[in-house]
């Protein structure tokens, strides 16, 4: 067992977990930082702590290492040290058999152990911002990766495994950016959900023809490495991804086929004139039945954002950076919501993806809100708890701190009464903002807290049976990437309730909340289609820094969803 500190007491923070059977703890900042200098470690009995599925230790730099006994909390799927000062991962990490998601950035690692390859489970791995310079055979082994970030490290070269196994089927981002990297294998046309590739600041001088041949690729990123090619360079300093990839199809200057010989790109030349024909024969034999079923399909239709006073825009202060930085949004036009359980269907349907695509909230969240109750524009903000003031869903306004130790006592009280250990609602998320100084929040122009992520949205902004135009949000501490793919997964099941809506026709009220005001008569909408407004988000200078949907987003493979842009 671990020996560290084990003369010290208990911290408050491990004796509350152990006493309450806590499933999420958090250990962050100044505070916890003095503890772990005066114990010369993180105190022995956190290991003990065998409940714990969500455990983050991060803004500590004497933290250097963690002991072996980490083995023993086998229920970890979510494990944050990131911010510290750790020169060493130990091998009892890879008995983590539940772990999902693993946060090991900015620290000082110069190797990982090669038990991380027995993560099964693991679906996130960062290790950015360390001197790494070599990552451990193997990470093919955990077949259920979709995201891996290595940006600013010492790599010359990503393990070849990564992309010459058929297993890594679900990894659609590679961050790598910052490296000392010198080349990419061909065989990264191998990953077959790769969506986003990142090997900026390099030594790469070629970029493989193959990676066009990635089906879902819609970002990529190699700016400051000098390439040979000097055309293709300075198309992928201007970040012309579509652009980049016709280029690399088109085999590059000269129409040269990359690295092939002449027969083999006569061969592939062959190919795609072969391919081109089956096409046109396609679609001159489309039968009269397709054309009908193509008439059955979802459609939701992207609207540019216009540069009008009116166009919806949210800035983003600098303060939260360090808290929530994460953030893109939109608005959704022709969401019928007053028939039958088609409000009630939505709102389930969002907590579904609270618990599944967005990790417990730990990777991402939600929020909904009725476009015409809010006033634009917008600012991303975080605010000290006692300074942030909000209208809960269902509750009175207050501030951020008593709302907090409100549920806190709410939480309580249901262990005491159903005599267990979980709980449910809002309550599961509040060690999500332990030893957090400062709070995220969305405010609108009035002045107004119309969200506070990670745990509520505003009273004043919620939508109703009434609601037809909304505007969404999604926030991530994690990635950038992340908040485009659950907005993506958002708007498309949307579309799909929508639809179910129109088909089905159920008479308005049925859910027992009708509105007094509504028409039976005209609760059934001409169309289930959507339509999705862009909106930008701003820096504090005004720069733009995301705008969703942008040409890369909602490129969906869901059979009968049309995208119209």
Not at 101 to 115: F, R, T, Y
Not at 120 to 135: A, G, K, Y
Not at 460 to 468: E, G, N
Request: charge should be neutral; glycine fraction near 4%.
């Amino acid at each position: 067992m671990a020996v560290e500190g084990a003369s010290q007491a208990v911290w408050p923070e491990i004796e509350k977990a152990e006493k309450e059977n806590r499933r999420e703890l958090v250990l962050h900042g100044t505070a916890v930082d003095k503890k772990i200098e005066s114990c010369g470690g993180i105190h022995p009995r956190l290991y003990s702590l065998s409940l714990l599925n969500y455990l983050e230790v991060s803004q500590c730099p004497s933290l250097h290492s963690i002991h072996q006994d980490i083995r023993n909390l086998v229920h970890l799927q979510s494990l944050i040290l990131c911010r510290n000062k750790i020169t060493s991962v130990p091998k009892g990490i890879g008995e983590l058999k539940a772990l999902k998601v693993l946060d090991l950035s900015v620290n000082a690692l110069q190797d990982l152990p090669e038990e991380i390859s027995s993560l099964s489970e693991l679906t996130t791995l960062n290790v950015s911002c360390n001197n790494i310079r070599e990552l451990p055979l193997g990470l093919s082994q955990c077949t259920k990766l979709c995201s891996i970030n290595v940006s600013k490290n010492e790599l010359t070269q990503l393990p070849e495994d990564l992309y010459s196994s058929s297993n890594l089927e679900l990894l659609n981002t590679i961050i790598a950016s910052e490296n000392a990297i010198e080349q990419l294998s061909s065989e990264i046309h191998n990953l077959p959900a790769l969506k986003v590739l990142d090997l900026s600041n390099n030594k790469l001088q070629e970029i493989p023809f193959e990676l066009a041949d990635c089906p879902k690729l819609k970002e990529i990123n190699f700016k400051e490495n000098k390439l040979k090619d000097k055309r293709l360079e300075k198309m992928v300093n201007s970040c012309q991804t579509k652009s980049v990839l016709d280029y690399l199809r088109g085999g590059g200057r000269g129409k040269g086929k990359g690295k092939q010989d002449g027969e083999s790109a006569e061969r592939s030349d062959g190919k795609r004139n072969v391919s081109k024909k089956k096409n046109a024969q396609r679609q001159k034999n489309k039968t009269e039945e397709e054309e009908v079923d193509e008439l059955k399909q979802m459609v939701v239709r992207i609207l540019h954002v216009s540069d009008s006073p009116a166009a919806v825009m949210v800035k983003v202060s600098p303060q939260v950076k360090d808290v929530r930085p994460f953030i893109v949004c939109c608005i959704v036009k022709g969401m019928n919501l007053k028939p039958g359980n088609a409000l009630k269907r939505f709102l389930v349907a969002q907590t579904k993806l609270h618990d599944e695509i967005c990790a417990k909230r730990t990777a991402a969240t939600i929020a909904t809100h009725d476009l015409s109750l809010l006033k634009a524009p917008l600012q991303y903000d975080a605010r000290t708890p006692d300074v942030l003031r909000i209208v809960p869903l269902g509750r009175k306004e207050m501030k951020a701190d008593d709302l907090l130790k409100m549920l806190q006592q709410e939480a309580h009280e249901q262990r005491k009464q159903k005599k267990r250990q979980n709980v449910s609602g809002l309550h599961k998320y509040l060690q999500l903002l332990d030893g957090k100084d400062h709070y995220p929040c969305l405010v609108d122009a009035d002045g107004h807290v119309i969200s506070f992520p990670p745990i509520t949205n505003s009273e004043r902004t919620k939508i109703k049976k009434t609601t037809c135009e909304l505007f969404l949000e999604v926030t991530s501490s994690t990635n950038l990437q992340i908040c485009k793919d659950v907005m993506d997964t958002l708007i498309i099941k949307m579309a799909e309730l929508n639809k179910f809506t129109f088909d089905h026709k159920e008479e308005a009220g049925s859910d027992g909340e009708m509105d007094s005001t509504s028409d039976p008569s005209v609760d059934s909408s001409a169309s289930p289609e959507l339509s999705v407004v862009q909106v930008k988000v701003l820096d504090a200078e005004g720069n733009l820094k995301v705008v969703y949907p942008s040409k890369t987003d909602l490129t969906s493979d869901v059979s009968h969803l049309t995208i119209v842009r």
